[in-house]
């Protein structure tokens, strides 16, 4: 939807190895958002990014980081990956701010860490 | 940040029956918004409610806006197997908050 992509969309790693999912945008949203989704969790939010080499922390971003060098990519990086990290990962994407507008998502990447 | 609950966490129906979520606050909410995710799909966004009292509908489902801003709904009448999956709220305010999801599952 709306030109998002994200690689890898599968992944198995191990424990202790760093990993970084990459998000790619088409349609020039200025904000972007990293999600992860579990069972009995729903979704929660990682980083985001409000611009290019602007973001700021979310629920959950303890273990992880960001960059957004362009406005067109979004990466996610598990320094060093634990197997609490198991998880699907959504990017997103959209043209206004915090309280309006819709989201449009990325079809997910799974992450597994053994 | 503002709390969104969501309920019924699972529901089963036959098709043809109605169905309906619900999204609670404690505080007031600046707007909501709708996604539906199918069985191994990502969000997609359905609508986004932002007046006191509204009511938006699409096709067989019915959104609403609590009078005071604290709540929301989500009817679907006469389910149908392509209703199936996971239905969020969203609390688009300042901490971005996902209610925990609703999975509907329709028999046929």
């Known amino acids: 939807d709306a030109g998002i992509t994200q690689s890898p969309r599968h992944k198995v790693t191990e424990t202790g190895t760093p990993v970084t999912l990459r998000c790619h945008q088409t349609?020039?949203?200025?904000?972007m958002y990293w999600y992860r989704q579990d069972p009995g969790h729903g979704l929660r939010l990682i980083h985001y990014?409000?611009?290019?080499?602007?973001?700021d922390k979310g629920e959950v971003s303890d273990g992880y980081s960001v960059s957004r060098s362009k406005t067109e990519d979004f990466l996610l990086t598990l320094e060093s990956a634990t197997s609490s990290q198991t998880s699907v990962y959504f990017c997103?994407?959209?043209?206004?701010?915090?309280?309006?507008?819709?989201?449009?998502f990325g079809e997910g990447s799974r992450l597994t860490v053994l | 940040g503002q709390q969104v609950m969501q309920i019924p966490q699972y529901q089963h129906v036959q098709e043809g029956e109605d169905f309906t979520t619900y999204c609670n606050s404690s505080t007031t909410l600046s707007n909501i918004q709708w996604y539906k995710q199918r069985p191994g799909g990502h969000p997609v966004f359905l609508i986004q409610?932002?007046?006191?009292?509204e009511v938006k509908k699409q096709k067989r489902l019915t959104f609403q806006f609590g009078e005071a801003k604290k709540n929301s709904s989500l009817h679907i009448t006469a389910t149908q197997t392509t209703d199936v999956g996971t239905y969020f709220c969203?609390?688009?305010?300042?901490?971005?908050?996902f209610g925990g999801g609703t999975r509907l599952m329709v028999k046929p």
């Open positions: 969203r609390n688009a305010g300042n901490m971005l908050t």
């Open positions: 990014s409000y611009g290019v080499k602007d973001t």
């Open positions: 997103a994407a959209g043209l206004a701010g915090f309280d309006t507008g819709e989201l449009f």
């Open positions: 409610l932002v007046k006191s009292g």
């Open positions: 349609e020039n949203h200025r904000y």
